[in-house]
């Protein structure tokens, strides 16, 4: 892993404006007039639930009684020893309800949509941890589903595709394009276009056109309020570094929100280096892209000269993106958040010793802020503290990992 | 603000009015099935009719296109077209008599640079830009752009879009403004929808500008459907999916030539609002 050297990009086109739904230069509306009323009544919708304290109860009761919350905070001593001798806490977000930090925004959005009077939701997912916990959510609510899904993503989350059929969500692979997130995103935008009527696109991340990202922001901050509190009785102190993995970067805005205002706290979205910079296969974007749009907002995107979108790659369905939200493209060139990137092998390094030291199976994707974690300890020493958001849980991943380590030959590792 | 531009394709339109008929506007993306093949297309379109040609530039990402646009955009970006073969197709068309608007998604426009872009176009002949995912609201380069160098700027509106954005995105356009007749994705539909009729209607209460349907139409009779209430009608699924048919491509060119002299009858068979 690397320090990202300094972007070749130039700044963005559009002026920086302050204006509602963009985080400095980034964010915005870059969409079909089509639906921009149904990003007008989706608006409305959560800034009234914002100051509903109906609303607020509701998804507090969910959050208690459904989703598990609040989630524990778990300080990994052995794991920590291959971190430099720092103090690592992992937020255990891996033990709500359908594995994930998903099923938080999830809930709330699903809530949303019933009260806008919809009986529909479609979502995309790269994973499939967002797809189940959408499934999930339109079970418990009575919604009808359907979850856009990269064919090479079907294939290699095969168990989480039956899980969203288990829950009675229909499962649609697309094959076109790289055939993983990117294009999922498309095929649902498509599919929102035609029926906005009815239904609700139910964006899994920080991404997409205002007011998803700061929403879905919103609707995660709970991860970070919660962490900083638990760390501040468990440790005494606030940490040195926050760390999370960036793909969309839900689950690392969730964590970071509460902390931004301690200037004293680092906080660090490790990125997919996938096979490293120089394969051209990752989804390392603030080393490699610059300011473009894709699906409705402006971010740091991998394109190539003429702007057309460059395809990524990562051993993690879930980071295999190549934009990123807004608001991270902003904390990352106002200097409040740095970004590195692991490759696959370090996570996979950091996979299999969380495993063995802590007896907890991480997913993939938030082995990337484990990577992380190992090489910042180091950097730091024995002094720091560290919060690592374990953003999943890896059953999905055991076909890729049991792959990686040979162990459906019966080789050991 | 102006109606139109020298080079925009306000003229067209006017003459079209003049003879009592609706313009017809016809789109095929550069590079498919290969840079000049498309450029020989699109010079058949004007030969068998097309008043205004819609050059597609193709994008890894067409999200308001369906199934045929998508699969020539990704043909024609397999087989290596450039942003740079644009400028070619737009002087070509011009250079046969039409005015060309240039249809592209933002990001190919942000990345070239807006103010750019708009002189690039200016140079080679284009009469402006149709934009999918752009609303006036996030325009800012591109009014001022098409403003310094005389272009027309198409921004849609939808069945969807409420009075008050009825209002904004009309008075942004210039040229004119394209209702698109339905809610979707671009791709043959077997009937024109009544909302197309609808947009066009809740459009002329709040703007002078002509009005031009496109989404869905693909034969004469759905042509002259639409000139009955539209200014012009759009086709662009419909051209693509005969350029996509078997046979030599000197065949092709053929059908496509009868396809939209079909067109280009029905246009003229459209019976104005007020004789309905």
């Not at chain 1, 939200?325 to 902003?330: D, I, Q, R, T, V």
């Not at chain 2, 379109?45 to 890894?60: A, K, R, T």
Request: with cysteine; glycine share 12%.
């Amino acid at each position: 892993m690397s320090q990202h050297p300094e972007a070749p990009a130039s700044p963005p086109a559009q002026a920086p404006a302050p204006r509602p739904g963009r985080f400095g230069p980034f964010g915005g509306r870059y969409v079909p007039e089509a639906l921009v009323p149904a990003l007008e009544q989706l608006d409305e919708a959560r800034l009234k639930a914002a100051v509903d304290p109906e609303f607020a109860a509701e998804l507090a009761r969910l959050h208690r009684s459904y989703t598990g919350r609040p989630s524990i905070l778990t300080e990994v001593p052995r794991f920590a020893a291959h971190c430099g001798g720092a103090r690592v806490f992992l937020k255990r977000e891996d033990l709500n309800h359908t594995g994930s930090h998903k099923i938080n925004n999830v809930l709330a959005q699903a809530l949303l949509t019933q009260r806008m009077g919809k009986r529909r939701v479609i979502a995309e997912t790269g994973a499939g941890q967002h797809g189940v916990a959408t499934a999930t959510a339109a079970a418990l609510m009575g919604l009808e589903c359907t979850v856009y899904m990269g064919k090479v993503d079907t294939e290699r989350q095969a168990l989480n595709v039956a899980r969203m059929k288990m829950l009675g969500a229909q499962v649609v692979a697309v094959e076109h394009g790289s055939a993983t997130l990117k294009d999922a995103i498309n095929e649902a935008l498509r599919d929102w276009v035609t029926n906005v009527d009815t239904t609700h696109y139910l964006i899994g991340t920080v991404t997409g056109p205002h007011p998803f990202p700061e929403m879905v922001r919103d609707f995660h901050k709970i991860i970070g309020e919660e962490a900083r509190s638990q760390i501040l009785v468990e440790a005494g102190r606030l940490p040195d570094a926050v760390i999370a993995c960036v793909g969309g970067g839900s689950n690392a805005m969730g964590i970071f929100h509460a902390f931004v205002p301690d200037a004293g706290v680092r906080l660090i979205g490790i990125e997919a280096g996938g096979e490293g910079l120089e394969s051209g296969r990752h989804a390392a974007r603030f080393a490699s892209a610059s300011p473009g749009v894709l699906h409705g907002a402006m971010s740091y995107l991998m394109q190539d000269e003429d702007g057309q979108t460059v395809e990524s790659h990562s051993i993690s369905a879930g980071l295999d993106y190549p934009s990123v939200g807004p608001e991270h493209s902003w904390l990352r060139d106002s200097g409040r958040a740095e970004y590195r990137y692991a490759v696959d092998g370090q996570v996979m390094e950091a996979f299999q010793l969380l495993c063995r030291t802590e007896g907890i199976i991480p997913a993939l994707e938030s082995a990337h802020a484990l990577a992380g974690a190992m090489e910042i300890g180091r950097e730091v020493g024995p002094d720091a503290l560290l919060l690592v958001n374990l953003s999943g849980r890896g059953d999905k991943d055991m076909h890729t990992a049991a792959t990686y380590f040979g162990l459906l030959d019966g080789e050991t590792s | 603000m102006t109606a139109t531009t020298s080079r925009g394709v306000g003229e067209v339109l006017a003459r079209c009015r003049a003879e009592g008929r609706a313009a017809l506007i016809g789109y095929l993306p550069v590079g498919y099935p290969s840079v000049e093949g498309s450029i020989e297309a699109m010079i058949a379109l004007v030969e068998g009719g097309c008043d205004i040609v819609e050059v597609g530039v193709p994008y890894s990402d067409p999200l308001m296109d369906g199934p045929v646009i998508q699969a020539a955009a990704a043909a024609a970006l397999a087989c290596g077209s450039r942003v740079d073969d644009v400028f070619r197709a737009t002087a070509a068309v011009r250079a046969h008599g039409a005015p060309p608007l240039v249809m592209s998604y933002w990001n190919l426009i942000l990345r070239r640079g807006v103010d750019r872009f708009a002189a690039d176009l200016a140079e080679h002949g284009g009469a402006g830009l149709i934009t999918p995912d752009l609303i006036p609201e996030e325009a800012e380069d591109w009014l001022a752009a098409s403003d310094t160098h005389g272009l027309d700027r198409c921004f849609l509106i939808a069945p969807s879009s409420t009075a008050e954005r009825l209002a904004v995105v009309t008075s942004a356009c210039r040229g004119f403004v394209y209702a698109a007749s339905t809610m979707g994705v671009t791709g043959a539909r077997t009937s024109v929808s009544g909302a197309a009729y609808d947009i066009v209607r809740r459009a002329r209460e709040v703007t002078a500008q002509p009005i031009c349907v496109g989404l869905g139409v693909s034969t004469r009779e759905q042509a002259a459907e639409l000139a009955g209430v539209a200014d012009g009608v759009i086709v662009g699924s419909a051209l693509v999916r005969v350029l996509a048919g078997d046979g030599e491509l000197s065949q092709r060119l053929e059908s496509l030539r009868e396809l939209v002299a079909q067109l280009a009858a029905g246009v003229r068979e459209g019976v104005r609002e007020g004789e309905r």
